[in-house]
């Protein structure tokens, strides 16, 4: 059966997912950073304990993709948002695995959705076990969320019925698609708040809630991630038409390939009705992208959307996202916690860079 060596990690997990230099470069935020790390470290041993299982084919197959890596966003952010109050409690760090192990569920039910072939640079699981196993692995872990966030009393529960509810409403509105006469774009925006805003909004909120935090400061949190979310999947519209594969993780076009409306694609549409070029583009990318099979070389339909103005406004939409993500945090008190956070949105979207 299928496994894989747990990910090779550098001295500190957030200088693994390569947020310290960026986040903790001021000689007065090392102690806040060595905190950070702390955490992580503690999330991360609790997440291999927690995705264990008594029934082996279970462990194997629920570890799967905890061992594939992942750069640990949304536990981050608990951390984070968890130093307005007391810190990295007991009850924040069971909350910041409980958020990851959400997030690592999701992936199980996204890649049978979207028929995805890899993940984290891994054959996807439903790819190496098919998607009876996936599915059932994602509602082992969503199941074992739960748990966790019982744990946490009355308004955890809520808070993870309300984004457990919003994930599968965006999957749902993804799958199906705009209705007649609604707008494409903002009907694709909604998806992904619901899909991504959402687990990333209730990450930051859970730090807030656990830490002994002032309450007024959960409203801001909230809707920093919320836009963050966004911001970051947009972003990740721009990376999969990026040439540099091997540095970004993804293969040029994966997105379109497997037939997603990305928002470049969206825009390009949009244009094409009065656009003769971008029509002629349009053209060229569903005949000869969507739905093309991995072994079609499709790099230079590809690298023509990416030179294409809608990428740029892509990108520009992003930067968006994450301006008023900060803006949204402006309530919060002056200090290592807002600088941080204000450099995690500008991370976010500098990964296009």
Same mark, same amino acid.
């Given at each position: 059966?299928?496994? @894989?060596?747990?990910?090779?990690?550098?001295?500190?997990?957030?200088?693994?997912?390569?947020?310290?230099?960026?986040?903790?470069?001021?000689?007065?935020?090392? #102690?806040?950073?060595?905190?950070?790390?702390?955490?992580?470290? @503690?999330?991360? +041993?609790?997440?291999?304990?927690?995705?264990?299982?008594?029934?082996?084919?279970?462990?194997?197959?629920?570890?799967?993709?905890?061992?594939?890596?992942?750069?640990?966003?949304?536990?981050? =952010?608990?951390?984070?948002?968890?130093?307005?109050?007391?810190?990295?409690?007991?009850?924040? &760090?069971?909350?910041?695995?409980?958020? *990851?192990?959400?997030?690592?569920?999701?992936?199980?039910?996204?890649?049978?959705?979207? *028929?995805?072939?890899?993940?984290?640079?891994?054959?996807?699981?439903?790819?190496?076990?098919?998607?009876?196993?996936?599915?059932?692995?994602?509602?082992?872990?969503?199941?074992?969320?739960?748990?966790?966030?019982?744990?946490?009393?009355?308004?955890?529960?809520?808070?993870?019925?309300?984004?457990?509810?919003?994930?599968?409403? +965006?999957?749902?509105?993804?799958?199906?698609? /705009?209705?007649?006469?609604?707008?494409?774009?903002?009907?694709?925006?909604?998806?992904?708040?619901?899909? !991504?805003?959402?687990?990333?909004?209730?990450?930051?909120?859970?730090?807030?809630?656990?830490?002994?935090?002032?309450?007024?400061? &959960?409203?801001?949190?909230?809707?920093?991630?919320?836009?963050? +979310?966004?911001?970051?999947?947009?972003?990740?519209?721009?990376?999969?038409?990026?040439? *540099? +594969?091997?540095?970004?993780?993804?293969?040029?076009?994966?997105? @379109?390939?497997?037939?997603?409306? !990305?928002?470049?694609?969206?825009?390009?549409?949009?244009?094409?009705?009065?656009?003769?070029?971008?029509?002629?583009?349009?053209?060229?990318?569903?005949? *000869?992208?969507?739905?093309? /099979?991995?072994?079609?070389?499709?790099?230079?339909?590809?690298? #023509?959307?990416?030179?294409?103005?809608?990428? #740029?406004?892509?990108?520009?939409?992003?930067?968006?996202?994450?301006?008023?993500?900060?803006?949204?945090?402006?309530? =919060? /008190?002056?200090?290592?916690?807002?600088?941080?956070?204000?450099?995690?949105?500008?991370?976010?979207?500098?990964?296009?860079?």
């Amino acid at each position: 059966m299928p496994s @894989l060596p747990l990910a090779r990690r550098g001295n500190t997990l957030s200088s693994q997912i390569g947020f310290t230099e960026r986040l903790f470069a001021s000689s007065d935020d090392k #102690q806040f950073a060595k905190r950070i790390d702390a955490g992580l470290d @503690l999330v991360e +041993g609790g997440l291999r304990e927690q995705v264990r299982y008594a029934d082996e084919v279970a462990d194997v197959t629920a570890r799967y993709l905890l061992n594939a890596g992942g750069k640990r966003v949304r536990p981050m =952010l608990t951390l984070l948002t968890a130093q307005l109050g007391e810190g990295a409690t007991p009850e924040v &760090i069971t909350a910041a695995q409980a958020v *990851e192990i959400t997030h690592l569920a999701s992936l199980y039910h996204d890649d049978v959705m979207d *028929e995805a072939l890899t993940r984290r640079g891994v054959p996807s699981a439903q790819h190496v076990w098919g998607n009876s196993v996936a599915v059932l692995t994602g509602d082992l872990l969503f199941a074992r969320a739960s748990q966790l966030v019982a744990s946490l009393g009355e308004g955890a529960i809520r808070l993870q019925a309300d984004t457990f509810e919003r994930l599968c409403l +965006g999957q749902l509105h993804e799958t199906i698609g /705009p209705n007649e006469g609604d707008d494409p774009v903002a009907h694709y925006i909604s998806v992904l708040s619901d899909k !991504t805003g959402s687990l990333v909004a209730a990450s930051a909120q859970m730090g807030v809630m656990f830490s002994g935090a002032p309450q007024e400061y &959960i409203r801001p949190v909230m809707e920093f991630g919320e836009k963050v +979310g966004v911001g970051f999947q947009l972003v990740d519209d721009v990376i999969d038409l990026s040439a *540099e +594969g091997e540095e970004t993780g993804k293969t040029p076009g994966t997105d @379109l390939r497997a037939g997603v409306a !990305t928002l470049p694609l969206l825009k390009l549409r949009a244009r094409a009705a009065s656009d003769q070029a971008a029509s002629a583009l349009l053209e060229r990318l569903e005949t *000869e992208v969507l739905g093309a /099979p991995d072994d079609v070389d499709v790099s230079d339909a590809v690298a #023509q959307l990416r030179a294409h103005p809608v990428t #740029q406004e892509t990108l520009d939409e992003a930067y968006r996202w994450a301006r008023e993500a900060v803006e949204a945090i402006a309530p =919060l /008190p002056d200090g290592p916690v807002k600088r941080a956070l204000t450099r995690f949105a500008d991370t976010i979207v500098e990964r296009s860079s």
